[in-house]
């Protein structure tokens, strides 16, 4: 029964990570697009990063989602007292929190630029890309390393 538990384990940890670089390579990639759109002169231009913005948002949504679904199997499969115990869940599931509102103002950038009321520089999304790359450092090493 254990072996059987192990496995079910490691194959939800498996697809948590797959699903978790899926969804960051979207947020990466996503304020990259916004730097250019704020940036652009062109309206052809910023008429195509309108479509790249809510394709890629809406593509990388479900990889969120099953990252965050997944995450909760693990939880429930190793137990109550193992999370309870796990001190450093509780500062990555904080700041995977941070992240999911992170993805949820990303809709709201997307819409608008989509209604050309954006005001912000190119330098607010260059700034506003960093935060997902701090916080996939902090939540990697907090799940691999469990430094508390």
């Avoid at 001190?87 to 992240?99: D, F, M, N, Q, Y």
Wanted: one cysteine or more; hydrophobic letters at 55%; proline letters at 3%.
């Amino acid at each position: 029964m254990q072996t059987f538990l192990i496995n079910n384990i490691l194959w939800l940890k498996a697809f948590h990570v797959i699903f978790m670089v899926a969804w960051f390579a979207g947020i990466f990639y996503l304020p990259r697009l916004f730097v250019n759109h704020a940036e652009t002169q062109s309206n052809d231009v910023a008429q195509q990063l309108k479509g790249m913005e809510k394709r890629l948002l809406y593509f990388v949504t479900p990889f969120a989602i099953f990252t965050f679904i997944l995450g909760l199997a693990m939880i429930h499969a190793y137990g109550h007292d193992w999370f309870i115990a796990a001190k450093w869940l509780h500062i990555k599931l904080s700041l995977v929190t941070i992240l999911f509102v992170y993805h949820a103002y990303c809709f709201k950038l997307v819409k608008t630029f989509r209604e050309d009321k954006n005001t912000r520089s190119g330098r607010f999304y260059r700034i506003f890309n960093e935060i997902p790359v701090l916080v996939l450092f902090a939540v990697i090493i907090l799940a691999y390393v469990k430094p508390v």
